[in-house]
């Protein structure tokens, strides 16, 4: 079972970036396709970003595109998610995820712990 862990997270104003990076603990990782989910107070999960294991396909939310970027390092075993012109609106805490199926989904097994992006109005 792959492990996730996230980093980059904080406190941040509008207007400003954040890159977050998702460490798998397998040298398989380029074998998972990943994804980015986001969960506000008192919201769902939601579906961020992914992308398939070659970085072939990738997936945005509509709002975040134009927005964030996401990537991979398949040789690092690392995924990113850049996060730029942030809004109070992406105030979260945001989840990694790795599935070997494709569309990723809520309904995969394979998470991060999270890390808090907060952003200042």
């Known amino acids: 079972q792959v492990q996730l862990v996230e980093s980059g997270g904080g406190l941040v104003q509008t207007g400003d970036s954040l890159r977050l990076s998702c460490a798998a603990s397998?040298?398989?990782?380029?074998?998972?396709?990943m994804g980015w989910f986001r969960q506000a107070p008192g919201k769902e999960r939601e579906l961020v970003a992914a992308?398939?294991?070659?970085?072939?396909?990738?997936y945005y939310a509509d709002s975040v595109k134009g927005r964030f970027t996401i990537s991979r390092h398949n040789a690092k075993n690392t995924g990113y998610l850049q996060m730029n012109s942030l809004k109070p609106e992406d105030t979260a805490v945001y989840y990694c995820?790795?599935?070997?199926?494709?569309?990723?989904?809520?309904?995969?097994?394979?998470w991060g712990q999270g890390t808090q992006v907060t952003v200042s109005s």
């Open positions: 995820a790795a599935d070997t199926r494709w569309p990723i989904s809520a309904g995969t097994t394979t």
């Open positions: 992308i398939s294991w070659n970085s072939g396909s990738t």
């Open positions: 397998t040298r398989t990782f380029s074998r998972y396709h």
